[in-house]
């Protein structure tokens, strides 16, 4: 069962012979911890010399004793072709040694990735000789403790020579804490008496404690292979990158819990909250769901940015993805800012629901938020925001719509966010915006 994910964007290749520190938050709890690698968006193959995974502490540095290594069918190392992707073993009780393997190539990228998923397993590796690494000791902290819903995880890669195009998500975010469950008296509210709920209910958690030490999203080190090092001295340079990770992948404790998949855009990734947290986050948060987040910057559902277009990433990312059972679409305003036309972004959705019934995974389609006073808003561009938010509410697009337009409007001036949920630029919902959109998934359809 999936329990991180993000999607893949193609962010630049100046990194040569760096490890880099991972650090993100599990939203569910389970063993056998096994690490997806990509270089979906890669024009080169990248060789990872070593991968680690442990518990942040403080910064970079990690809990004493909770780093282990992660190995590729036996091997710590891994070479991967552009568009392949790599799951590793299960991490186990032992830290083993191994040998350096190559992914095959294929000009297939998509089916490649797909059918690696598929057999949870990779094929045909090239046995390069030994290369012994020394590794924990196993009787330091138990495997099965290293995956808790809502806790860090750090996961280190070494990228052994050149990098070329690097395929990762910009905007990465680590919150020292979990997003806060608001009282449902609180969650019932609306504009500026919900914003201050949400922030004094963050208040509460700090003042209780709940607070984690601080950290970045990733961090990237000195020259060389420092994805075993448990202190965070070698890591100079923050960043809000995570790198080549797609997914960790867990076998779930006991009660088994959903995972939906919020496939979106900027908003979709927390732009505009100001604690960090999304609405996939307070959607988690306040459920008890499991949400992972597919969300993309500048993403569009039509035509590809950083990132390849949302429609494409629901069948080459997201439904590769194992145990995710239902995806929210919250996608399609940079489309209309770009000059997209109703009739399709409607078509698109039409054939994003067929491509997941077929998978047998249900789509639960957003209406496209207010955004007049945004840089790129225009009269046509809400008239087809209109037309599209009208068709999703007749229904028979999706298999369940989540009102976030009904959410997050102004009802003086329904064009616009209404002010509390606005951050500011009048596209990007705030943080007690984010938990407005939350509140309006329809959890029955889930």
Known sequence: MTAWSAASEALGGDLCEVTVRNVVRPVVSGTGLRVRLTNALGDRTVHFGHVYVGVPREGPALEPGSNRLVTFSGSPEVRLPPG??????????????????????????????????????????????????????????????????????????????????????????????????????????????????????????????????????????????????????????????????????????????????????????????????????????????????????????????????????????????????????????????????AEDLIAAYRRMAAAARAAGVRLVGGTITPYEGAEYHTASGERARQEVNACLRRGGVFDAVADFDAALRDPARPARLLPAYDSGDHLHPSTAGHHAMATAVPLPHL
């Not at 509460?204 to 601080?214: D, K």
């Not at 995972?259 to 947290?277: E, K, M, P, Q």
């Open 84 to 341: 392949a992707t790599a799951l590793s073993d299960p991490i186990s009780e032992a830290a083993p040694q191994g040998t350096s393997q190559d992914v095959p190539h294929t000009t297939a990228r998509n089916t490649i990735a797909r059918n690696m998923i598929a057999r949870n397993t990779i094929a045909r590796y090239t046995v390069r000789g030994p290369t012994p690494h020394p590794g924990r000791d196993p009787g330091q902290t138990p495997a099965s403790d290293l995956v808790r819903a809502g806790r860090r995880l750090a996961v280190s890669v070494y990228l052994r020579g050149p990098g070329g195009v690097l395929t990762g998500r910009n905007r990465a975010t680590a919150p020292a804490h979990p997003p806060p469950t608001l009282p449902t008296g609180v969650r019932e509210t609306a504009g500026v008496q919900e914003a201050a709920g949400v922030q004094e209910a963050a208040g509460v958690r700090e003042a209780a404690g709940m607070r984690e030490p601080a950290g970045a999203p990733s961090y990237r080190s000195v020259r060389g292979d420092h994805a075993g090092d448990e202190s965070g001295e070698a890591f100079v340079e923050e960043t809000t990158v995570w790198h080549w990770l797609d997914a960790l992948t867990v076998v779930p404790a006991e009660p088994p819990v959903r995972v939906v998949a919020a496939l979106g855009d900027s908003i979709t990734t927390g732009v505009g909250s100001r604690t960090g947290h999304g609405w996939p986050d307070f959607l988690s948060a306040g459920t008890g769901l499991a949400v992972v987040n597919e969300g993309v910057s500048g993403g569009k559902v039509l035509t590809a940015g950083t990132g390849r277009p949302a429609e494409a990433r629901l069948t080459a990312e997201v439904l590769t993805k194992p145990g995710i059972t239902t995806v929210i679409v919250q996608a399609g305003i940079n489309d209309l800012g770009a000059g997209a036309r």
